[in-house]
């Protein structure tokens, strides 16, 4: 079936560090892929998508390419913030119209030290 | 305007008894689904819905757990006889039914079972 792999955490980078969140997956067909980020004490949000090969997503000044040679969806910001601090999701929908039900990662817990 | 929204936020039970968590999607979003986030399993899909009816059930993880949902808006995830395990923040999101499409995501509900 569907699955997803994640970098395991928790990351703790100083501020204005660069970030890559690694995420590699296993899917039949040509899933979407999705960032999703989680703040402390709130629910989860989007944080960027790609739906396609090369798409690459970005949002906030975090980035992810869709490679489908290497099934690989990395995340990387260039100069991370203390604001940044929050556990990061990979996940994948694979091509079913209507039903796109999310396969996630473990998640990656990110700490921004001042 | 609003998100998705999810009642309770908290529920304290006690092992054998049977709860109920609501799930209010965003309007017009035809596409529903709850997902189970516990320090064991991490992110797991339960169940979607499309319209009123549910066409995949296949994470729902025992017959102690059932859903419905009532005019293409409002659902119900009940769970009979609760047990330990079954302690995690049940999340609820909604989506339009198009190809990659974002699912957004309700707060959340954090079980305890006692």
């Known amino acids: 079936g569907d699955s997803v792999t994640q970098m395991e955490g928790p990351v703790t980078l100083s501020e204005e560090a660069f970030l890559t969140i690694n995420c590699t997956y296993t899917a039949t067909g040509y899933p979407s892929l999705f960032w999703y980020v989680q703040y402390p004490g709130e629910g989860l949000q989007l944080l960027l998508k790609a739906t396609k090969a090369d798409d690459k997503g970005s949002n906030k000044g975090f980035e992810a390419t869709y490679r489908k040679e290497t099934t690989s969806f990395h995340l990387e910001k260039g100069s991370v913030q203390v604001s940044d601090s929050a556990v990061y999701f990979c996940a994948l929908s694979a091509p079913n119209f209507g039903n796109e039900k999310l396969t996630f990662g473990t998640g990656t817990r990110l700490t921004i030290i001042p | 305007g609003a998100g998705v929204s999810q009642s309770p936020s908290n529920k304290v039970t006690e092992k054998g008894k049977d709860v109920e968590l609501r799930c209010d999607p965003i309007s017009g979003h035809t596409a529903l689904y709850w997902y189970r986030q516990s320090l064991g399993q991490g992110l797991e899909f339960l169940i979607y819905f499309q319209g009123n009816s549910a066409p995949d059930k296949s994470g729902l993880p025992s017959d102690r757990f059932s859903a419905e949902r009532t005019g293409g808006s409002v659902s119900t995830l009940t769970i009979q006889r609760t047990q330990q395990e079954d302690s995690a923040v049940y999340l609820c999101?909604?989506?339009?039914?198009?190809?990659?499409?974002?699912?957004?995501f309700g707060p959340g509900t954090r079980l305890l079972v006692l």
């Open positions: 999101a909604s989506s339009l039914e198009v190809l990659g499409e974002t699912q957004y």
